[in-house]
C-alpha cells in the first residue's frame, strides 16, 4: 500500500511538478469537507468523510489527461474538487485516492468583444472573474451568493445558478461550449455553439454530471455589457397564493427581472425583515429589473409592478429591494447562515406553475412534520429562481442544536431531507434546482429517474469510465 502510494505520488510528480502535489497528511485536511452539513460535521468530529491519499494541482488539460491516464493504469479514484463550496456533498473523497484541484486552471484565455463570449478556465473562481470583466464593462451574470469561493467548472459540473437567474439563465444558459477530458484522458472539445442539430447536446452532458462523466477544463461563456439602470420595487401580499400569481403573471408575459423572490410569511419575517431592517409579515416579493436602455427597463418595471397591484400587493419602500441588493449574500454567512452545533440544509426543488403551489405546501408541511418538536425546527422559504414555466422553492432548515451523538444527528438530518424530498416529488416537483445531487440525494436517483432512466445514465457512465476511475458511486450511477 505505502509503496503504491509512493508510486503514484513519484508519477504525479512527474506529471505536475512536486510543487504541485499535495501527499503529506496536509491533504487530508485541507480537503476534508466542502460545505455540506454532514462532511462538515464529520470533519468537525474528526471522521471526515472527504479522505484523498493525495491531491494534485494540474495547471494544462494535458496534464489532466495524464493524470486520468495513470490513475486508469493504477485503478485509483480521482475526484475533481472546484472550490469546494458545494452544499450536496459532491467534491467530497469518499473513496479516497487523488483528488484533483483544478484552482491552478485558471486563466482566461481570450474574449471575443464582438460576440460577448469569453473562454476562461473551469478553475477560475467567480468572483475574480466578475471583477476582471467587470473592470471593463463586462459582466458574466452568474452571481451564485458563493462567488467567493465557488469555480466556474464547478458552477457548471453542479448545474448552478446564481441571483440574476431569472432574466439571464441558469449557467447551462451562460456555457455556449466546453473543454473536456474524457475519464480515459482524451481531450474533447464541444462544437463552438450550443445551438446546431448535429446529434445530442455533448456539452450538456458534462452539465451538471458532477465530476463522473468528465473534467471539464474550460467553456466558453456569454458574457453582456454591465447594466446602465436597474430599478428596484417590494410588495407584500394578504396570502402567499396571491404572490405565486403575481409572479406567474409576470413570467408568462414575457417580463424578465433579473431578480423575482418570494418570501413566505417566515422568511419574510425572520430572515428577510432583520437583513433590511424593515419589519415584515406577510409573504413579500422583492423585484429588480435591469438594462442598458433606461426607458426599457422603466416600462418593464411598471408593468410588473401593475401586475402586483393587480393581486392586492401593498407597495413597500422601494428601498427595500436596493438594500436587499446590497445585502444579497448576508443571507449565507454568519450570523443568518447556521454554524455547528446546529443541523442544516435546504430542499431547493423545482416545478411547474401547475404543481408549484402545491409543492411548496407539501413539502414545507411534511419538513415540519417529520422531526419531534422537541427539536424546535427553523424553516424559512422562498421561491427565488423563476422560469417562463414555473418557479423553485428554497426551503431552507435549520435545528439549532441536534443530538450530541454524530450518527444520530445524522439519521435527523437524513429523515428530514427523505420526508422533504418524497413528498415535493409526490407532489410533483424535480427533486432539486441548482445545488446539484451529491451525496445527500444520490439515495433518491432512481425515484427521480425511474429504474430505466437511471439505467440509461449509468450504461453512460459505464461507456466512457469502463475502471469507474472518476467519483465512482457518486449520482448513484
Ligand atoms: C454560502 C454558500 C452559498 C451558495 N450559493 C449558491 C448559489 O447562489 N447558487 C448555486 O448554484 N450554488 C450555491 N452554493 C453551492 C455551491 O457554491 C455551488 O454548487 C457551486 O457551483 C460549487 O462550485 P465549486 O467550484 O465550489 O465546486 P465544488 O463544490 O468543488 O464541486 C462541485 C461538484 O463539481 C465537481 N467539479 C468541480 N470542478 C469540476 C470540473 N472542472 N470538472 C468536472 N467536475 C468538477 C466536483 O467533483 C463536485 O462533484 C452555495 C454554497 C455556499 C456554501
Known sequence: MVALQQRLTDALANIVGAQNVLAQPEARTRYASDQYWYAIAAAAAGQPISR???????????????????????????????????????????????????????????????????????????????????????TFTHYPASTEWATIGGSIAARGSGVLSTKYGKIEDHVLNIEFVTPTGELVHTPSVPRHAVGPELTQLLVGAEGTLGIITA?????????????????????????????????????????????????????????????????????????????????????????????????????????????????????????????????????????????????????????????????????????????????????PTGPDNLQEAKALHDEIFRAGIEAAMAAGAVMNDHHGVGLRLEPFMEAQYGEAGLQALSSIKRALDPNNILCPGKLGL
Not at 456533498?89 to 486563466?107: C, M
Not at 407584500?236 to 403575481?246: H, N, P, Q, R, Y
Open 52 to 138: 484523498p491519499d493525495v491531491a494534485v494541482l494540474p495547471t494544462t488539460p494535458e496534464q489532466i489527461g495524464a493524470i486520468l491516464r495513470l490513475a486508469n493504469e493504477l485503478g485509483v479514484p480521482v475526484t475533481p474538487w472546484g472550490g469546494g463550496s458545494g452544499v450536496q456533498g459532491a467534491a467530497n473523497v469518499d473513496q479516497g485516492g487523488i483528488v484533483l484541484d483544478l484552482r491552478k486552471l485558471n486563466r482566461v484565455r481570450g474574449i471575443d468583444h464582438k460576440s460577448l463570449t469569453c473562454v476562461v478556465e473551469a478553475g477560475k473562481n467567480c468572483r475574480d472573474f466578475e471583477a476582471e470583466l467587470n473592470a471593463i464593462g463586462l
Open 219 to 399: 467553456a466558453t461563456v456569454k458574457l453582456r455589457a454591465l447594466p446602465q439602470k436597474r430599478v428596484f420595487g417590494a410588495y407584500s401580499f394578504a396570502s402567499l397564493s396571491e404572490g405565486i400569481e403575481a409572479g406567474r403573471r409576470i413570467m408568462v408575459s414575457g417580463l424578465r427581472p433579473p431578480v423575482m423572490r418570494l418570501y413566505d410569511e417566515h422568511a419574510a419575517s425572520h430572515s428577510l425583515a432583520r437583513a433590511v431592517d424593515i419589519p415584515l409579515s406577510e409573504p413579500t416579493l422583492v423585484l429588480m429589473f435591469d438594462g442598458e436602455y433606461p426607458d426599457l427597463v422603466d416600462l418593464e418595471a411598471k408593468i410588473a409592478f401593475d401586475l402586483c397591484h393587480d393581486h392586492k400587493g401593498k407597495v413597500l419602500p422601494a428601498q427595500l429591494g436596493e438594500t436587499w441588493w446590497e445585502k444579497r449574500y448576508v443571507f449565507y454567512y454568519p450570523p443568518y447562515a447556521p454554524e455547528l452545533p446546529s443541523i442544516w440544509g435546504t430542499v431547493d426543488v423545482v416545478a411547474d406553475f401547475q404543481h408549484i403551489e402545491e409543492v411548496y405546501h407539501a413539502t414545507t408541511r411534511a419538513v415540519r412534520e417529520s422531526i419531534d418538536p422537541k427539536w424546535n425546527l427553523q424553516l424559512n422559504t422562498h421561491f427565488s429562481h423563476w422560469y417562463e414555466w414555473g418557479s423553485m422553492i428554497y426551503a431552507r432548515m435549520k435545528v
